[in-house]
């Protein structure tokens, strides 16, 4: 499996217990699951959080804008966009539910898209895979 380029919601070091457009930062990673590694990349103050309103158009674009590289799309709680960024954009929504480390967050999304990969599309309830 090649390079898989990840954005993560973060609040207080750990990944937000919200929805993406709430959290304080998106984290940007890249896993290779070849090499098993974990790279990260950068992180920036959520822009998406001063857009009011959930599921609303105005906040997919610009979301769409901020992750137009990223594959997978992970947070502490479903959107409502996550269906349209899988249907409309092809992205990967993933809820970690399990919020308290980033680094065991992202361990397990390689896993589950080395799974996915495998056997199709697993775990996908509502628009989204549930990491639990």
């Known amino acids: 499996m090649e390079k898989i380029k990840i954005a993560i919601a973060e609040k207080d070091g750990k990944v937000a217990n ?7 930062k998106i984290l940007f990673y890249t896993i290779d699951t070849e090499k098993n590694t974990i790279e990260y990349e950068k992180d920036i103050a959520n822009p998406l959080k001063d857009i009011e309103g959930h ?7 610009k979301a769409m804008e901020v992750l137009k590289d ?10 409502p966009n996550f269906k349209k960024l899988k249907e409309k954009h092809g992205k990967i929504p993933v809820v970690v539910q399990s919020t308290d ?6 361990a397990r999304i390689a896993d589950t898209l ?10 996908f309830n ?3 895979y549930l990491l639990i």
């Open 70 to 79: 990223r594959e997978v799309i992970a947070s502490g709680m479903p959107s």
């Open 18 to 24: 919200t929805h993406l457009g709430d959290s304080d």
């Open 55 to 61: 599921g609303r158009e105005e906040k997919l674009k």
């Open 126 to 128: 509502r628009g989204f």
């Open 101 to 106: 480390n980033i680094n065991i967050a992202l």
């Open 114 to 123: 080395k799974e996915i990969k495998e056997k199709g599309d697993i775990k």
